[in-house]
């Protein structure tokens, strides 16, 4: 059986949500706006999302990558990328945030990843323009979309916010947290709650019987 797993980045991987702290601080008139309507779903995340960014000047990408770069990995997430690599499992990173921040807090665990999708930045204008391969529908990101390159028996998602729900409900199985856990729970569609990868590991193991 061929499987993979999708992982969300921020507040999944990292302890924190890196990338909204990171809008409120470098947009945070806009954001104020826009992320409470995202919330309750009246704006969509490609919108709103696209909106904050792009009214955030080009000088301050190198202070948000810094202000990225101290953020914390959740615990257990290389002993779950041990895990796996033990079953010839890929995990792709799938964040609707900026690639630098991903690859800053991955650091050399980045080339362990199979992939990592999520949006790019230009700043050679005076504000950020973003660059997404994978914009549509509702987000800027389409999470679904990456999926769909990476066939496989049995997709296992892992996250943690509204920009895993369209990933959560195609996936074979999910882990979910925090608010994800509530947008599945108003989609009836189960899930495995988690805390730590550790938590994930185990599961993983028990249901592959190993």
């Known amino acids: 059986m061929k499987r993979i797993v999708f992982c969300d980045f921020d507040g999944t991987?990292?302890?924190?949500?890196?990338?909204v702290a990171v809008?409120?601080?470098?947009?945070?008139?806009?954001?104020?706006?826009?992320?409470?309507?995202?919330?309750?779903?009246?704006?969509?995340?490609r919108?709103?999302?696209?909106?904050?960014?792009?009214?955030?000047?080009?000088?301050?990408?190198?202070?948000?990558?810094?202000?990225?770069?101290?953020?914390?990995?959740?615990?257990?997430?290389?002993?779950?990328?041990?895990?796996?690599?033990?079953?010839?499992?890929?995990?792709?990173?799938?964040?609707?945030?900026?690639r630098g921040m991903v690859e800053v807090v991955l650091g050399e665990i980045a080339q362990r990843i199979t992939a990592i999708h999520a949006v790019d930045i230009d700043t050679s204008g005076a504000y950020f323009k973003v660059n997404s391969d994978y914009e549509g529908g509702t987000e800027l990101v389409a999470k679904v979309q990456v999926m769909a390159k990476y066939p496989a028996d049995e997709t296992i998602a892992i996250g943690d916010s509204l920009t895993d729900l369209?990933?959560?409900?195609?996936?074979?199985i999910v882990f979910a947290r925090?608010?994800?856990?509530y947008y599945l729970d108003q989609h009836q569609k189960?899930?495995?709650?988690?805390?730590?990868f550790s938590d994930v590991q185990e599961y993983l193991q028990q249901l592959w019987k190993l």
């Open 13 to 19: 991987i990292t302890v924190e949500e890196t990338f």
């Open 23 to 45: 809008l409120k601080k470098f947009a945070p008139e806009v954001a104020a706006q826009f992320l409470p309507e995202m919330y309750v779903q009246r704006v969509t995340l």
């Open 178 to 181: 925090d608010r994800l856990a």
């Open 47 to 98: 919108e709103g999302v696209k909106k904050i960014l792009e009214s955030i000047p080009s000088y301050q990408y190198g202070k948000i990558v810094e202000f990225t770069r101290s953020q914390s990995i959740r615990k257990g997430f290389v002993e779950l990328l041990n895990f796996l690599d033990s079953q010839n499992v890929p995990l792709v990173v799938v964040s609707g945030g900026l």
């Open 190 to 196: 189960p899930y495995i709650p988690w805390n730590t």
């Open 166 to 172: 369209n990933m959560g409900l195609q996936a074979s």
